[in-house]
């Protein structure tokens, strides 16, 4: 069962404009959420994080949103370039999960010059 | 980057045969773990380590063994390659809750 889901395999969005990927979970238990960022033929590279005592966490262009109660967390990237362009996978793991990550599914992004 | 190195990054190799894939670290990260990537399933956990001589299973671990002899070295051993096992394999490195760097990965190809 996929405990960490990306419903969205793909997205398009216009350069300068704002680019939202969503990512849900199901266990309550995680604590500790993760974006990654992958170009082709290269290892996936952390992008931002946020732990569950936070609701919000932003580093330069980029800005994670949790919503606990949801099980939902999203990324936006603000404005959106065209070197954003890759794949982007969520990520979570907990004090259960023996420091294992579970990884969803990913989303394609494309920005549009 | 982190200090992750990935050997080899491309195998072909043919159904039956047992084949090796080597990640190598100079972090001394006390996690490793071995994830496959494949079309329309992301990254999945196939197995871990959390010190030396110390591993467990993924979600995927069937047909696939891991050692860690050293802290620096987490190998993983497919004993009998099948097609299945076509993919993409990252191996990644982190310490107690903190985020996970990748390595570049190693194309398989198992004809």
């Known amino acids: 069962d996929q405990q960490v889901k990306q419903n969205s395999p793909s997205l398009s969005v216009q350069e300068g404009r704002i680019s939202i990927l969503n990512c849900d979970y199901t266990?309550?238990?995680?604590?500790?959420f993760l974006w990654y960022k992958k170009y082709p033929a290269e290892g996936p590279t952390f992008l931002i994080s946020?732990?569950?005592?936070?609701d919000k966490n932003e580093d330069g262009r980029f800005t994670v949103f949790l919503n606990k109660s949801a099980k939902h967390l999203s990324l936006h990237i603000v404005p959106s370039q065209p070197g954003d362009s890759a794949v982007y996978f969520c990520?979570?793991?907990?004090?259960?999960?023996?420091?294992?990550?579970?990884f969803g599914t990913g989303t394609s992004l494309t920005v549009i010059p | 980057d982190a200090g992750i190195t990935q050997s080899p990054r491309h195998k072909v190799t043919e159904t039956g045969t047992p084949v090796t894939l080597r990640c190598h670290q100079t972090?001394?990260?006390?996690?490793m773990y071995w994830y496959r990537q494949d079309p329309g399933h992301g990254l999945r956990l196939i197995h871990y380590?959390?010190?030396?001589?110390?591993?467990d299973k993924g979600e995927v671990s069937d047909g696939y063994s891991v050692s860690r002899s050293k802290t620096e070295d987490f190998l993983l051993t497919l004993e009998s390659a099948t097609s299945s096992q076509t993919s993409v394999y990252f191996c990644?490195?982190?310490?107690?809750?903190?985020?996970?760097?990748f390595g570049q990965g190693t194309r398989l190809t198992v004809v």
């Open positions: 990520a979570a793991s907990g004090p259960n999960t023996g420091n294992q990550f579970y």
């Open positions: 266990n309550s238990m995680f604590d500790y």
């Open positions: 946020i732990s569950s005592i936070k």
């Open positions: 380590s959390y010190g030396v001589k110390d591993t």
């Open positions: 990644a490195i982190s310490d107690l809750n903190t985020e996970a760097f």
């Open positions: 972090e001394n990260h006390r996690y």
